[in-house]
């Protein structure tokens, strides 16, 4: 059932094409930086001056571009259209008329999802990393700490960082599948689950509201630059793996409570 869902799923045109788009902003980015003649120093998005020197550092500055609105916006269409969207297509009753179960449709449709959030991250680092070896050198990996790395041991560190992001992503997209339980209108889950995203990164970004940020699922969304020292800092990283799964189990809950209970007319 998983198969069939995740092939459905990525032959669907809009979510080629969304994932179509994600991969061409790094390209469009490194394009610009190259013909631009390199960032200023100490201006742009993190990693982005350093792309210059070394073209493996395109993937973590195209990660840091599209995780603030791109990949969470990609992220929100998909999760809000998981349940809604059957049901707006009429599809959902036939779905429950075969012995599947309720639990093991939606547990299918939140893996799918998942899958999603790695595929996203996964097409923007790739089309970071071919436009940055491409356009500019490659060598050693400086690191945040001023020392360098082997390009093999740097390039692990790069997807580990990829990884983690993907991973990030995972509270939001529980989120969604939430909101898609409420309703049979798609592109209001969508935008509810973008909603609760603009919402989010709004108080995070409020100095006066600081004492919830630990409760946030953007809360040390940035911690992926932890793994670009030369000894790792795993304690924001940890921090922000198990806030994920808090929000997973909360809104995954939330989802299975709503939906087993829901009457199902379309």
């Known amino acids: 059932m998983l198969r069939n869902e995740l092939s459905l799923m990525f032959r669907r045109r809009r979510l ?11 390209i469009a980015i490194m394009l610009a ?6 960032p200023d120093r100490g201006e742009g998005p993190a990693f982005l001056n350093q792309v210059t020197n070394n073209g493996v550092f395109a993937t973590l500055a195209a990660l840091t571009v599209t995780l603030p609105i791109f990949l969470p916006m990609a992220v929100a269409v998909v999760a809000g259209d998981t349940v809604s969207g059957e049901a707006n297509l ?4 036939y779905l429950l008329i075969r012995p599947i179960g309720r639990v093991r449709l939606l547990a299918t ?9 790695l595929a996203a991250t996964l097409v923007v680092a790739v089309g ?8 500019f050198p490659v060598g050693r990996i400086t690191t945040l700490s001023g020392d360098t790395l082997a390009l093999s041991t740097g ?9 983690l992001i993907g991973l990030s992503l995972l509270g939001l997209a529980a989120i969604g599948l939430f909101i898609s339980t409420l309703t049979d209108v798609p592109v209001g889950a969508m935008a509810g ?3 609760v995203f603009i919402l989010t990164g709004v108080l995070e970004a409020l100095p006066q509201v600081r004492a919830i940020h630990p409760w946030l699922f953007v809360h040390d969304w940035a911690s992926y630059g932890d793994l670009l020292r ?5 304690a924001s990283i940890n921090h922000n793996l198990v806030r994920q799964g808090i929000y997973i189990l909360v809104f995954g809950s939330a989802a299975w409570a709503r939906f087993t209970t829901k009457d199902v007319l379309a």
């Open 16 to 26: 080629q094409v969304l994932l179509f788009v994600l991969g061409l902003v790094p």
């Open 33 to 38: 930086v190259r013909f631009s003649g390199g």
């Open 90 to 93: 009429g599809t959902l009753r």
């Open 109 to 117: 449709k939140a893996t799918a999802t998942a899958v999603f959030c």
């Open 128 to 135: 970071g990393l071919l436009a940055g070896v491409v356009l």
């Open 155 to 163: 390039v692990v560190r790069i997807a580990g960082a990829a990884l």
């Open 193 to 195: 689950t973008l909603g």
């Open 230 to 234: 030369t000894n790792v800092r795993w």
